[in-house]
């Protein structure tokens, strides 16, 4: 089987811009997760997505936002970028069976540079 | 609320040696599960074990193997014989739903050196 995609790789965008990142999940895994991971405040997560509804949430302003598509692959938008959002964001799906006992298996992750 | 301290911010090693990387964990849940993860200088989080709070079992994976001690919280990991290759990240994570869905909460992270 595939391996979670994410795309793009890099980005470099300027402050006040939005940025869309997108991931496929593993064929067959329904829910995706996504992460940002700061060399200060280290992996944080930001939400998750099961069957295209937002099934659980992390601590991060309005500006964080995603959606899943039918065909689980799922989308993160940042709008008004700040310099703080630089950040690697990662993607992880799962096979949900009861939610807290899935393994997330992890994209290569996108990394956002914002100027 | 749940957290995962990992008190070794960075270890270096020498090929060959066995190393220990600790995780504490804190959770008021009584059903929860324990992750390792690896992450090489690619960026990629690599799975390497998902424990669950019922288990005490200690696991072996050929040269790696973990310690889940319920009494002190700690679920730590042992590579035997290390290698160049096992230089990386290593993450201990928490699954715990305060809610209903997935919730990871990582530790910051060990930096594992093995120098030739």
């Known amino acids: 089987k595939a391996g979670v995609t994410q795309t793009p790789r890099y980005l470099i965008k300027t402050r006040g811009q939005q940025v869309t990142l997108s991931c496929s999940p593993i064929s067959g895994h329904r829910s995706v997760s996504w992460y940002q991971q700061t060399p200060g405040q280290g992996l944080q997560f930001l939400f998750e997505?099961?069957?295209?509804?937002?099934?659980n949430k992390g601590n991060f302003p309005g500006r964080f936002s995603g959606r899943q598509f039918s065909n689980s692959r799922s989308e993160m938008n940042v709008s008004t970028l700040e310099l703080g959002d630089s950040a690697l964001y990662l993607c992880?799906?799962?096979?949900?069976?009861?939610?807290?006992?899935?393994?997330?298996?992890f994209g290569p992750g996108t990394r956002l540079t914002v100027l | 609320a749940q957290k995962v301290t990992q008190a070794q911010t960075e270890i270096s090693v020498v090929e060959k040696e066995d190393v220990t990387l600790d995780c504490v964990y804190e959770t008021r849940d009584t059903t929860y599960y324990l992750f390792w993860y690896k992450q090489p200088p690619s960026g990629e989080l690599v799975f390497l074990i998902r424990r669950n709070s019922f288990d005490e079992q200690n696991e072996i994976s050929g040269r790696y193997s973990w310690n889940f001690q319920k009494s002190t919280s700690s679920f730590n990991f042992t590579i035997t014989a290390s290698q160049v290759v096992d230089s990386a990240v290593y993450f201990c994570a928490l699954s715990a739903d305060d809610n209903y869905g997935q919730n990871f909460v990582f530790g910051p992270g060990t930096r594992l050196s093995v120098l030739p």
């Open positions: 992880a799906s799962s096979y949900p069976t009861s939610g807290r006992s899935d393994t997330q298996y």
């Open positions: 997505y099961f069957s295209e509804t937002q099934r």
